[in-house]
């Protein structure tokens, strides 16, 4: 049983703010609650859909594309239900961090969550307990926050059964992005994915660029792709067109040796681009090393094939962090 409560009734018809209040006593707070906000609008009878920003605290272009939608749609504008949590770890949110400092825990693996645990895994229990068996399908909204830059991409997971990988699909497909990532069965067991997939309900995640900021043009991308994933879903009536390049490419993370690892702690002077197709032995990059400066530059080569799916976002890096994640084609 959750010890979260919600102020707004998710039965009531029309436009309600409120919050998840998540009980949680600590020397600030001692005998308050941290809220989580919620924004709920309902319409004539259809789908709830359940749309996630903030799972990662640092990850702002979801949230700026979810309160485009809280600022523009109406209810009466809907056959169904909208629930839009634009910060579902808000303690991480509030400290632009991809982790809660309540609890220094990452809400995208933290489900099935504990009733009974930190407020990060109360949050998770909740939405797997609670939330998501009651929709009809998910969006979870994340970018390559302070750390990472994503070219946009949709993320529906595969391998679970062929109903639920299709409906994925469909999803991805509606949402429009430039590639659609294709989780396999090996995805992280502890993401709101796989706690979609546990509970039989559709679910698409999205990468939508990164480095801590806003970019105007992926957040329109995603405002889109949300519009045209409700029109999928039935809840919004007018269609969007898919953009030219929509679903342009679709990939899998295929081995974790494809990828360019750091390995000196080091200056990378970063010669790849999130969206790149690169080939075996091209340049990805040079590490310097200005703290030692009689060493000399390495440069570092992509050992595989494909598309550049993700980059850091840093400049100065450790050994063993991920420079440049690459993606295969599906074949
Ligand atoms: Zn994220």
């Known amino acids: 049983m959750s010890r979260l409560r919600l102020t707004v009734d998710l039965q009531r018809l029309g436009r309600q703010s409120g919050d998840l209040m998540v009980p949680w006593s600590d020397n600030y707070n001692p005998l308050g609650r941290y809220p989580v906000p919620v924004i709920t609008l309902a319409g004539a009878p259809g789908p709830v859909v359940l749309i996630l920003g903030g799972v990662h605290g640092d990850e702002f272009e979801g949230p700026s594309a979810i309160m485009r939608l809280v600022r523009y749609l109406k209810p009466e504008d809907l056959r169904g239900r909208l629930i839009m949590m634009p910060c579902a770890n808000a303690a991480a949110f509030s400290a632009s961090s991809r982790c809660s400092p309540l609890d220094d825990s990452n809400l995208n693996r933290a489900f099935p969550g504990d009733p009974d ?3 990060t895994a109360m949050i998770a229990d909740w939405l797997q307990s609670w939330m998501i068996p ?3 399908a998910v969006i979870d909204l994340h970018s390559g926050g302070k750390a ?18 299709d409906a ?6 509606a949402m429009g992005l430039p590639v659609i990532w294709q989780l396999g069965a090996q995805n992280d067991d502890r993401s709101v994915n796989a706690a979609c997939a546990r509970a039989g309900v559709p679910c698409v995640a999205a990468e939508l660029g990164g480095g801590g ?8 991308m995603a405002e889109a792709g949300l519009r045209r994933v409700l029109h999928h879903l039935g ?3 007018s269609a969007l067109p898919l953009p030219e390049g929509a679903n342009g490419a679709r990939v899998v993370v295929f081995d974790p040796a494809d990828h360019v690892m750091a390995p000196a702690r080091g200056l990378f002077d970063r010669r790849c681009r999130a969206g790149d197709r690169v080939a075996q032995g091209d340049l990805a990059g040079w590490l310097h090393f200005p703290e030692e400066p009689a060493r000399d ?6 050992p595989q094939s494909g ?4 980059h850091t976002a840093r400049g100065l890096i450790d050994r063993a962090e991920m420079l440049a994640l690459v993606a295969r084609d599906v074949v």
């Open 134 to 136: 009651q929709c009809d």
């Open 235 to 237: 809840v919004l009536g």
């Open 148 to 165: 990472s830059v994503f070219v946009p991409c949709s993320l529906p997971q595969a391998g679970i059964n062929p109903a639920l990988d």
């Open 213 to 220: 900021g806003v970019d105007p043009m992926i957040t329109d």
């Open 168 to 173: 994925n699909m469909a999803l991805a497909t």
């Open 297 to 302: 530059a390495m440069p570092l080569h992509f």
């Open 307 to 310: 598309l550049v799916l993700a």
């Open 117 to 119: 645990g930190s407020p």
